[in-house]
């Protein structure tokens, strides 16, 4: 119940929750209408679609209204996307009422007409157009005469559906994980306890704990679980040359490592000696092109492993 401040009586809010069956639909719907009833005096109707369900304590919820078109009474409403689940509550069998509503200023709607449809009812517009008697009951009752307060029309459903993190994995994506790690001397020499990469015996350093955060995730959506890992602005040996782009593992040819070994092979590059000088946006901008040009390397094979698997079907065509 809801009350104003002197506890008089304000009305109420009800909540009610539902559980629905999930459903991965998404649906773009196209209405327009013909012939509807003139309810206004000095001008024509100003018509508006409203969609409501019935859910579990009998009452109507109000799942969506389009928007007002004026003075219309042939109106065309913009398409409307809604995901399936919201229309019918996981039930692709769930009545659906459509209200055609007269749109006035003061709140008064005029009732037009309604129909009662469902979801399984409207994707069959993604194959041909569908429509329904929009009905006024009251007129209905009054009049043997009476047909319709006019057409409503769906001309057009498209049914999309919404692929899930789990769809992705479960259809053989993989996640290419590429390690670049900063040694230039602003995060501080590693023989000293301030530097990110000092090497404590009792507790892992900042970017040890980064990797770990990572690449214990990653790694288990790779089938190989090997990585590219790079450090840049050091001097690495054998003559202690600074470098804007190392393999960790010193192999330029195949910098590849297996999860597990990355770590170990962050904490032997850190005793490298560090470049005392800032890092150029060359120096970066190549580095970003060397890891790219891994990624796109492994997407292709990634991408060609699945379509060899599914036959360029679901989220990869």
Excluded at 157 to 162: A, G, I, K, S, W
Excluded at 289 to 297: D, F
Aim: hydrophobic residues 30%.
């Amino acid at each position: 119940p809801l009350f104003r401040s002197k506890g008089k009586d304000a009305g109420s809010i009800t909540i009610v929750a539902e559980e629905v069956a999930k459903s991965n639909e998404l649906l773009t719907l196209y209405f327009y209408a013909r012939s509807l009833d003139k309810k206004d005096f000095l001008s024509k109707s100003d018509p508006y679609l409203e969609f409501s369900r019935t859910v579990a304590d009998g009452s109507s919820l109000v799942m969506h209204r389009t928007e007002v078109i004026k003075n219309n009474l042939n109106p065309t409403w913009r398409p409307i996307t809604l995901p399936s689940q919201k229309l019918s509550g996981g039930n692709d069998d769930n009545k659906i009422k459509v209200s055609c509503f007269d749109y006035d200023n003061d709140g008064s709607h005029d009732f037009i007409g309604e129909f009662v449809t469902t979801v399984r009812e409207l994707k069959e517009a993604s194959q041909k157009a569908v429509s329904w008697d929009c009905i006024n009951p009251k007129k209905q009752a009054k009049k043997k005469s009476y047909k319709n307060s006019g057409v409503v029309y769906l001309s057009r459903t498209e049914v999309e559906r919404l692929y899930t993190f789990l769809d992705f994995v479960t259809a053989g994506c993989q996640i290419n994980f590429t390690v670049g790690i900063d040694f230039t001397g602003s995060n501080g020499h590693p023989n000293q306890p301030t530097s990110l990469h000092y090497i404590n015996p009792y507790e892992p350093n900042e970017y040890t704990k980064a990797l770990m955060a990572v690449g214990e995730i990653c790694q288990q959506y790779d089938s190989d679980k090997l990585f590219p890992a790079f450090g840049f602005g050091a001097k690495v040996p054998p003559d202690s040359t600074v470098s804007h782009e190392f393999p960790l593992n010193g192999t330029p040819s195949n910098p590849y490592c297996p999860g597990s070994e990355i770590l170990g092979r962050h904490e032997s590059s850190s005793l490298c000696r560090h470049c005392r000088r800032r890092q150029c946006l060359s120096s970066v901008a190549a580095d970003v092109h060397s890891v790219g040009s891994h990624q796109r390397c492994a997407h292709r094979q990634s991408r060609r492993s699945i379509c060899e698997r599914f036959g360029e079907i679901g989220p990869f065509q």
